[in-house]
């Protein structure tokens, strides 16, 4: 009845079944991999803002100079 209300097969239904036995709660959680991808491109975007923040703290000390700021260059 459950396999029928869930569209899958009594195989199916069976195997989650004896997987959440063996493995309980762990096995259902996101795969470290998952997550690996996400933390790398959550560190990619912190050196970004980071060297953004370098640039920007740089033509604030020019500035606070009277130095010329240097031309900024294209990002095509």
């Known amino acids: 009845m459950v396999s029928r209300e869930l569209g899958v097969t009594a195989a ?4 989650w ?4 036995l063996e ?6 959680k996101p795969q470290p ?3 690996s991808v ?10 970004e803002q980071a060297m953004e923040n370098e640039l920007l703290r740089e033509r604030i000390a020019r500035l606070e100079q009277n130095r010329p700021l240097a031309r900024r ?3 095509k």
């Open 17 to 20: 079944r004896e997987t959440f």
């Open 38 to 47: 996400e933390v790398g491109r959550l560190r990619e975007k912190i050196g």
């Open 23 to 28: 493995a309980g709660e762990s096995g259902f």
């Open 33 to 35: 991999a998952r997550e």
């Open 12 to 15: 199916t239904l069976s195997q």
């Open 73 to 75: 260059r294209s990002r």
